[in-house]
């Protein structure tokens, strides 16, 4: 059976809380949405992965709910706490630092926990890093899959990418400034020099998408150092010099 997220008619004895899911801007803070902000302001409490990143935006948009820290290192325990809390009738929004709650950050935990337990869930939709790559890049968006963070360990790596050089879909995947040219190396050594989409500091003052060759990426970034966050688009095998639709 669903489970509803409308908790007006709960009686006392019945009343449990509700987990807002809340999407929030990639760069530019006026990218949220006018629900996400009412969600917000509504909330008890707001967990989010960094409370001093989360502070900007709040304070951007007139939001004053109280907050705490959710993310990778605060462990199994804060996720009961803040069970507990939904379970006592407590309003949680929860947040990431960019994006949408769940896509490579810790929400997950959090969300099966709120479901396992009845507690009503609903999602406000809004920016992502990804979907925006994707649109940029100018490859296919009828058919895409979305890698995130390939493995850190060279071996894990590379069999990873040797698994996607037959993928169908268009790719999307992340990677830090520190990795980037790295990535693009092993990228042209599976695939050879096929064109990529690579975009940065999406939706900020100084975003950047580049399509050009693997070879002219590495070139590129090579005399300008990589920096901010990057999402890196593959095209799919049929879009590829010299592959066969």
């Given at each position: 059976?669903?489970?509803?997220?409308?908790?007006?008619?709960?009686?006392?004895?019945?009343?449990?809380?509700?987990?807002?899911v809340?999407?929030?801007?990639?760069?530019?803070?006026?990218?949220?949405?006018?629900?996400?902000?009412e969600?917000?302001?509504?909330?008890?409490?707001?967990?989010?992965?960094?409370?001093?990143?989360?502070?900007?935006?709040?304070?951007?948009?007139?939001?004053s709910?109280p907050?705490?820290?959710?993310?990778?290192?605060?462990?199994?325990?804060?996720?009961e706490?803040?069970?507990?809390?939904?379970?006592?009738?407590?309003?949680?929004?929860?947040?990431?630092?960019?994006?949408?709650?769940?896509?490579?950050?810790?929400?997950?935990?959090?969300?099966?926990?709120?479901?396992?337990?009845?507690?009503?869930?609903?999602?406000?939709?809004?920016?992502?890093?990804?979907?925006t790559?994707?649109?940029?890049?100018?490859f296919?968006?009828?058919?895409f899959?979305?890698e995130g963070?390939?493995?850190?360990?060279?071996?894990?790596?590379?069999?990873?990418?040797?698994?996607?050089k037959?993928?169908?879909?268009?790719t999307?995947?992340?990677?830090?400034?520190?990795?980037?040219?790295?990535?693009?190396?092993?990228?042209?050594?599976?695939?050879?020099?096929?064109?990529?989409?690579?975009s940065?500091?999406?939706?900020?003052?100084?975003?950047?998408?580049?399509?050009?060759?693997?070879?002219?990426?590495?070139?590129?970034?090579?005399?300008?150092?990589?920096?901010?966050e990057?999402?890196?688009?593959?095209?799919p095998?049929?879009?590829?010099?010299?592959?066969?639709?």
């Amino acid at each position: 059976m669903a489970v509803t997220t409308n908790t007006e008619h709960q009686t006392p004895n019945t009343k449990r809380g509700i987990l807002s899911v809340v999407a929030t801007p990639i760069g530019n803070l006026k990218d949220i949405s006018l629900r996400a902000v009412e969600t917000l302001k509504a909330a008890d409490l707001i967990a989010c992965e960094d409370t001093r990143h989360a502070a900007i935006l709040l304070k951007a948009h007139g939001i004053s709910t109280p907050t705490t820290s959710y993310h990778s290192y605060t462990g199994a325990a804060k996720a009961e706490r803040l069970e507990q809390q939904l379970r006592e009738g407590k309003r949680i929004a929860l947040i990431s630092d960019a994006g949408m709650p769940g896509v490579s950050d810790p929400g997950v935990p959090l969300i099966h926990a709120a479901i396992a337990a009845g507690v009503p869930v609903e999602v406000m939709p809004g920016p992502s890093a990804a979907l925006t790559a994707l649109v940029l890049s100018g490859f296919p968006t009828d058919r895409f899959v979305f890698e995130g963070f390939l493995p850190v360990k060279p071996g894990a790596r590379r069999k990873r990418l040797e698994a996607l050089k037959e993928e169908p879909r268009t790719t999307i995947v992340y990677e830090g400034p520190h990795r980037l040219l790295k990535l693009l190396e092993e990228i042209e050594a599976v695939f050879g020099d096929i064109p990529l989409s690579v975009s940065r500091e999406l939706t900020k003052m100084f975003e950047e998408t580049r399509r050009e060759p693997v070879s002219h990426l590495r070139s590129h970034f090579s005399q300008h150092p990589p920096k901010g966050e990057f999402v890196v688009v593959l095209p799919p095998k049929r879009s590829r010099p010299h592959d066969e639709a």
